[in-house]
């Protein structure tokens, strides 16, 4: 059974940085997509940033690209989401999901949603002005 959990949450200054850090186990880390989201309160869950298996291929959300970075470690099963310039419109619930990658996979598949059959519970991420 496949587990994901985030730490690195926490409270940031704006302009300020976190760095986000998804532990997977029960599942070959390098053969699985890894992907953050967020929810803000009173909002829809929307894609933040996602990574290949082997890491070569990254993919934002055009309101993240230039300030998050996302990358993993399949050494350590882990996947991290620098944050850097926070904005308060950041604050959300971040959480880590993953997907295995198949022959279907292309580059519109990272950024769905409904691609992603594995979820952490989230770390709460809070941008003050």
């Known amino acids: 059974q496949v587990q994901l959990v985030e730490s690195g949450g926490g409270l940031a200054q704006a302009g300020g940085s976190l760095r986000l850090s998804c532990a997977a186990s029960?599942?070959?880390?390098?053969?699985?997509?890894m992907g953050w989201f967020r929810q803000a309160p009173g909002k829809l869950r929307e894609f933040v940033a996602s990574i290949s298996g082997s890491g070569g291929s990254t993919y934002y959300a055009d309101s993240m690209k230039g300030r998050f970075t996302i990358s993993r470690d399949n050494a350590k099963n882990t996947v991290y989401l620098q944050m850097n310039s926070l904005k308060p419109e950041d604050t959300a619930v971040y959480c880590c999901?993953?997907?295995?990658?198949?022959?279907?996979?292309?580059?519109?598949?990272?950024?769905?949603?409904?691609?992603?059959?594995?979820w952490g519970q989230g770390t709460q991420v809070t941008v003050s002005s």
């Open positions: 999901a993953a997907f295995l990658i198949d022959e279907w996979t292309n580059y519109i598949t990272y950024y769905w949603e409904s691609s992603y059959d594995s």
């Open positions: 029960g599942l070959t880390f390098s053969s699985y997509a």
